[in-house]
C-alpha cells in the first residue's frame, strides 16, 4: 500500500526518532512511503491558542498537501485529531464550506498510527522486540477524540520481550495541552507531577505514547527529577527488531 | 433596569453578583495549587464521586441513548426558548402564581427584595440554588435589611465560614469534616461545644441549628432545575429536605430560575430525571425531587412568584455553539472529572460556575474580555465532554472562546509570524535549522525566554536531534 | 418597555442573528419501561437505607405497631384507611393541624401514588391517604404503605402514570447528604428513617 506520512511539525523538527521508526515500520511490512514535501504544520498550536484566522492557511496547505493520497498517517494521535475535528470547524466558522468538505474528505483518509496498522492494514504483530519494562500512557486525543482504544495495547502486548506493565489512572491527562503548559504552567506541572508519581510507580524503565507532545513533556519532567525513565513513542517500539538491537540502531529518543 | 439598545442580546452588567473574578486564573490556580490540606480535600472527593457515578451510570443499559435525547431536549429548547417561555409564563400563571421578567442581575434582585419587603418578613430561607449565587441575591437582601438563611448543609457551611461556594453541586468541597466542626463550633448559634466530625453528627448539628427556622420564617427563595412548559410545573432536585422545607413551610415561595431551565413538555422529565442523579451525587436518585404547579389549595405555600431570568443568555444564545452551555443541568459532573479542576477547585475560576462548564459559560454570560484567562484553564484533554449528560462539547467551546479572548499583543505577533512560516516550507526549513541552532548553542534543559520560561521551570527541554526528519529523508 | 418584552424582543434577536432554525427531533429509543422486578424494588429501596416489610393487607397494623413504640403520636392523612393504624399509637388525622403539632409527632403514616422499582423511589401525590406534603416532612419517621400495582419498573412509567398539576414528592431513602467529603450520610431535615410497607 502507497501510504502518505504527515510526519508532524513536532516530530519534523524535534522528534525525528518517531517519524523515522514510522517510515522503517511501514517499509519493513511491505509498503511504500511517500513524503509529501510541502507540508509544515496542521495549524493544532494556533487553533488551541485561539488564532483560527492565522490557522486557515495552515489548514488549507494540508488539504493541498494530503488531497492526492489515499491513506495518510501520522504518528500522533493529536495532529490526527486536529484534522478530524478542528479542520472541519475552523473551515465552517470562516464560512468557506467547500473548504470544509474537502478537510473532511482528507480527514476521512487520515489515520493514527494505531489505528492504520490495526484497522487498515489489519496488523497486531508487527515482527517488533523490545526487552524492556514499559507502561503506556494513553493521551487524551488519542483516547477521546479518535478512540484508539486498546489498540495500542493490542500491538504492545504482541511485541517479543516487553513486559508492558499498566499504568494506574491512565487515563488522566498529563498537563500538557500545548498552549496550557505554558499560560497555566504551575497548574500543568501539578497534574505532570501526578502522571510522573503513577509512572514511577510503575517501575517501568521506559513510558510509551502514540504522541510526541505528550513524551515531550512527561520526558522533560522525568528528565529534570533525573529519574531514570525514559520516554520512547510508540513507533520507535514497534520499529524496533532483533537486528536494530544488535547493530546498535538507535530506537529511542533521550528524554 | 439596563437600557441598551431595545432587544439586542446582552450579557450580563458587571458590578453586581458573581460571575467575575477578582484576578486571572493563573495566578489563583496558584494560590491552591500551594495549599495542601485543599489538595488533599480536593482529590479525596472528586475521587470518590467519580467512581460512585461510574458505577451508576454503568447500571443503565441506555445511557448513550438517554444523552442524545438529553442533548435534543435542549438544542430544541433553545430553538424554540420566546414562545416555550410565553407557555411556561401562561401556564404557571392559570395555576395561581405571579410570573416576573428580570433582564438582569440587578433587576432580579430588586423584584425579589421588594417581593419579601411586601411579606413584611424581615428574613428568608434559602435552598440552594446557582443562579440566586450569581445575581449576588444574599449582599442584596442584606443591603436592603433581610437576613437570607441558607439551608442547604454545604451552603450553611459556606454562610457561616463567611466563605465563597468552589463547587457546583457541593459547595463547601473544598472544606473536610475538621474544618466543617471548627467553622460550627464558631460560627453556629447555639451549638453543642461537644460536637465531633462525624459527618452524622455535623449534619444533626445543622438540623437542629435549622429546625426553628424553617418552622417560623414566611418566605423562601429556591432556584429549579426544571420548569415544564406544557404544564407550568417546576421541580427541584434536592436531598436533604433542606428544599421540601422551603418549598412547602413558608407562606410565600419565591423561585428564580435561568430562563434556559425551561423544557417543553411533562414527558422530557423522565429523561432528565435519569440523567442528573446518576451524573451529580452518582445515586440512582436524589432522595427528594419536589414538583409543584403553581398554587394547591391547603398545601404549601399560597403565594407563589415566579422570576425568569435573563442576564446574559440572551447574549449566549446569540452564538449557534456558544448556546450549548445552555444546555447543562448543573451536575457538575464536568467538574469531578476535571484534571485541573480537581487541583485548582473552584474559587481559582472567579465566577460561580467553575470547571469546564465555568470556564465557557462564565466569560459567554460577561462577554469574553471580562475572563479571558478562563477558556485557557484546560488542558483540553477532553474528559469534561464524555462525562457530561446532555453531551455539550466543551473542548469545542473553550477552543472557540479562545478565538474570540483578546489575545496579549506580543503573542499575536509571534502567533502570525509563526503561521506565515509555516505557510512557506523554505522559510518553515530555515526556521527549523535556527531551532536546531538555538538549541545547541545553549545547554540541555535551558531556561527557555518569557513567555514560554514556565515550561522548563520543572521540565528539560529534548535534546536537539541532529537532523531534522525531512533532512535525514532527502537523504535517504 | 416591559422588561418581558425587552426580554423576549432579545431572544428573538439572538436565534435570528444565529441563522435560520432547524426544526429538532428528539430521539426517544431509550427504554419506556420494562420487566418488573420487586426483589429488585425491595433490594434498591434498602441499598438507600429504606426498611422493607413484605406484608399482606390483614398484617398491616400489626406491622405498624412492630416498627413504632406503644404510645407514638402518628400524624396520618384524613383518607388514610384506618384498618392500618393499630391500636398500640396516637393516631392524629390531619384535620389542619399546626406545623408545631406536626413536628412533634413521632411519626406519619402515608399510602403512595406509584413507585419505581430501577430507582428504589415512592412518589406521594397529595391524594386523601398520602395528605399534605408537610405532613411526610417533619416527623422524624416515616411509614410508606404501598400496593404491587403501585410499582413500575422505570422513571418513563412513573411520571406517565402522575398528574403534573398536583403537587409531587419523589423519595428515594431516608433524607441524605453527601455535602462534607462527598460521603453519605442518612437523615438531615426530612425524616430520618423511611419505612416501606409492600403490599401484594
Redesign the interface.
Known amino acids: 500500500m502507497r501510504i502518505a506520512l504527515f510526519?508532524t511539525?513536532l516530530?519534523?523538527?524535534?522528534?525525528?526518532?518517531a517519524?523515522?521508526a514510522t517510515?522503517r515500520l511501514l517499509e519493513r511490512l511491505g509498503h511504500e512511503v511517500v513524503?509529501p514535501?510541502?507540508q509544515?504544520?496542521c495549524?493544532q498550536?494556533?487553533?488551541?491558542?485561539?488564532?483560527?484566522r492565522?490557522?486557515l492557511?495552515?489548514i488549507r496547505?494540508h488539504v493541498r498537501t494530503f488531497d492526492p493520497y489515499d491513506v495518510i498517517v501520522a504518528p500522533s494521535g493529536s495532529c490526527v485529531g486536529s484534522v478530524r475535528?478542528?479542520h472541519p470547524?475552523v473551515a465552517r466558522?470562516a464560512g468557506d464550506d467547500r473548504l470544509a468538505g474537502r478537510v473532511e474528505d482528507v480527514a476521512a483518509r487520515t489515520y493514527e498510527l494505531s489505528e492504520l496498522l490495526v484497522d487498515v492494514l489489519g496488523v497486531t504483530d508487527v515482527g517488533a522486540y523490545y526487552p524492556h519494562r514499559v507502561t503506556y500512557h494513553p493521551t487524551?486525543?488519542s483516547?477521546?477524540?479518535l478512540r484508539v482504544g486498546d489498540r495500542p495495547l493490542r500491538l504492545l502486548r504482541a511485541v517479543r520481550g516487553l513486559d508492558l506493565v499498566e499504568l494506574p489512572d491512565a487515563?488522566?491527562?498529563c498537563?500538557?495541552?500545548?498552549?496550557?503548559?505554558?499560560?497555566?504552567?504551575?497548574?500543568?506541572?501539578?497534574?505532570?507531577a501526578d502522571k510522573m508519581r503513577h509512572v514511577l510507580s510503575t517501575r517501568a524503565d521506559v513510558c510509551t505514547a502514540s504522541d510526541a507532545s505528550c513524551l515531550?513533556?512527561l520526558?522533560?519532567?522525568l528528565?529534570?527529577l533525573r529519574t531514570g525513565v525514559r520516554t520512547v513513542h510508540l513507533a520507535e517500539i514497534l520499529a524496533a527488531t532483533e537486528r536494530s538491537a544488535i547493530t546498535g540502531e538507535r530506537t529511542a529518543?533521550?528524554? | 433596569m439596563t437600557h441598551t439598545f431595545l432587544g439586542m442580546p446582552s450579557t450580563a452588567p458587571p458590578g453586581v453578583g458573581h460571575l467575575r473574578g477578582t484576578e486571572p486564573f493563573p495566578s489563583a490556580a496558584r494560590r491552591s495549587l500551594a495549599d495542601p490540606q485543599l489538595r488533599r480535600n480536593l482529590g479525596h472527593a472528586t475521587a470518590t464521586i467519580r467512581a460512585r457515578s461510574a458505577g451508576m451510570i454503568a447500571e443503565v443499559p441506555d445511557w448513550q441513548q438517554l444523552r442524545e435525547a438529553g442533548r435534543a431536549i435542549k438544542t430544541d429548547v433553545m430553538a424554540r426558548l420566546p414562545e416555550l417561555l410565553e407557555q411556561l409564563e401562561a401556564r404557571v400563571t392559570e395555576a395561581g402564581a405571579v410570573v416576573h421578567w428580570a433582564a438582569d442581575a440587578t433587576e432580579a434582585n430588586r423584584i425579589v427584595t421588594d417581593l419579601v419587603r411586601a411579606t413584611g418578613s424581615e428574613r428568608v430561607i434559602k435552598v440552594k440554588s446557582m443562579v440566586t449565587q450569581e445575581i449576588g441575591l444574599n449582599e442584596a437582601l442584606v443591603a436592603a435589611g433581610i437576613a437570607p438563611v441558607e439551608t442547604d448543609l454545604a451552603e450553611l457551611i459556606v454562610q457561616l465560614g463567611d466563605d465563597r461556594p468552589s463547587h457546583i453541586l457541593v459547595p463547601a468541597i473544598h472544606r473536610n469534616r475538621a474544618e466543617i466542626r471548627e467553622i460550627f463550633l464558631r460560627a453556629m448559634p447555639g451549638v453543642d461545644p461537644g460536637l465531633t466530625d462525624e459527618p452524622a453528627a455535623l449534619a444533626a448539628a445543622a438540623r437542629n441549628y435549622l429546625r426553628q427556622t424553617f418552622l417560623t420564617t414566611k418566605v423562601a427563595v429556591s432556584g429549579a432545575n426544571f420548569a415544564v412548559a406544557q404544564t407550568g410545573t417546576l421541580a427541584v432536585v434536592e436531598s436533604e429536605g433542606n428544599g421540601r422545607m422551603c418549598l412547602t413551610l413558608p407562606e410565600t415561595l419565591i423561585t428564580v430560575m435561568g430562563i434556559e431551565k425551561v423544557v417543553p413538555t411533562w414527558q422530557d422529565l423522565e429523561v432528565f430525571l435519569q440523567l442528573l442523579p446518576r451524573a451529580s451525587t452518582g445515586e440512582r436518585m436524589n432522595p427528594y425531587t419536589s414538583m409543584w404547579t403553581g398554587v394547591t389549595p391547603g398545601d404549601g405555600p399560597q403565594a407563589f412568584h415566579l422570576v425568569l431570568l435573563d442576564n446574559g443568555r440572551s447574549a449566549v444564545l446569540a452564538d449557534p455553539t456558544g448556546r450549548q452551555a445552555l444546555h447543562c443541568i448543573r451536575c457538575s459532573a464536568c467538574l469531578n472529572v476535571c484534571p485541573v479542576y480537581e487541583r485548582t477547585g473552584g474559587h481559582a475560576y472567579g465566577s460561580v460556575y467553575p470547571g469546564p462548564i465555568g470556564a465557557v459559560l462564565s466569560p459567554q454570560l460577561t462577554g469574553v474580555a471580562d475572563n479571558a484567562s478562563l477558556p485557557y484553564a484546560s488542558s483540553l484533554c477532553g474528559a469534561c465532554y464524555d462525562a457530561c449528560p446532555v453531551k455539550i462539547n466543551i473542548p469545542e467551546l473553550l477552543v472557540q472562546l479562545r478565538d474570540q479572548a483578546p489575545h496579549p499583543r506580543a503573542e499575536a505577533a509571534a502567533m502570525a509570524a509563526a503561521a506565515y512560516t509555516m505557510d512557506h516550507p523554505r522559510l518553515y526549513e530555515a526556521a527549523q535549522r535556527a531551532v536546531r541552532l538555538s538549541r545547541l548553542a545553549g545547554r540541555r534543559g535551558c531556561a527557555l525566554p518569557p513567555p514560554l520560561d514556565g515550561w522548563t521551570a520543572s521540565r528539560d527541554l529534548p535534546d536537539p536531534p541532529a537532523q531534522t526528519f525531512r533532512q535525514w529523508w532527502a537523504g535517504r | 418597555m416591559s422588561s418581558r418584552d425587552l426580554l423576549l424582543g432579545r431572544l428573538r434577536a439572538a436565534l435570528a442573528a444565529g441563522g435560520p432554525q432547524v426544526p429538532v427531533e428528539v430521539p426517544r429509543d431509550y427504554r419506556h419501561g420494562g420487566p418488573l422486578d420487586l426483589d429488585r424494588f425491595v433490594a434498591r429501596l434498602i441499598d438507600y437505607r429504606a426498611q422493607v416489610h413484605r406484608v399482606s393487607e390483614d398484617a398491616v397494623a400489626d406491622t405498624i405497631a412492630a416498627i413504632l413504640p406503644a404510645g407514638a403520636t402518628v400524624v396520618v392523612p384524613p383518607g388514610l384507611p384506618s384498618g392500618w393504624l393499630p391500636s398500640t399509637v396516637t393516631v392524629r388525622p390531619d384535620h389542619d393541624l399546626d406545623n408545631g403539632r406536626i413536628a412533634a409527632a413521632d411519626a406519619v403514616v402515608t399510602a403512595a401514588a406509584v413507585a419505581v422499582a430501577e430507582t428504589g423511589t415512592v412518589v406521594l401525590d397529595g391524594s386523601p391517604d398520602q395528605g399534605r406534603r408537610v405532613l411526610s416532612l417533619l416527623p422524624d419517621r416515616h411509614v410508606c404503605v404501598l400496593r404491587t400495582a403501585q410499582v413500575v419498573a422505570t422513571v418513563p412509567e412513573a411520571l406517565a402514570r402522575l398528574t403534573p398539576q398536583r403537587p409531587l414528592t419523589w423519595i428515594s431513602g431516608p433524607s441524605a447528604t453527601s455535602d462534607i467529603e462527598l460521603s453519605r450520610v442518612e437523615g438531615v431535615h426530612g425524616p430520618r428513617t423511611l419505612h416501606v410497607v409492600l403490599l401484594p
Open positions: 510526519v511539525c516530530a519534523d523538527t524535534v522528534f525525528p526518532e517519524a523515522k517510515v513524503f514535501a510541502e509544515t504544520c495549524g498550536m494556533h487553533v488551541n491558542t485561539g488564532y483560527q492565522e490557522a492557511p495552515l496547505r475535528h478542528q470547524l466558522r487524551c486525543h483516547l477521546r477524540m487515563e488522566q491527562c498537563g500538557f495541552g500545548g498552549t496550557f503548559a505554558v499560560k497555566n504552567a504551575d497548574t500543568s506541572t501539578a497534574m505532570l515531550m513533556h520526558g522533560g519532567g528528565s529534570r529518543v533521550r528524554p
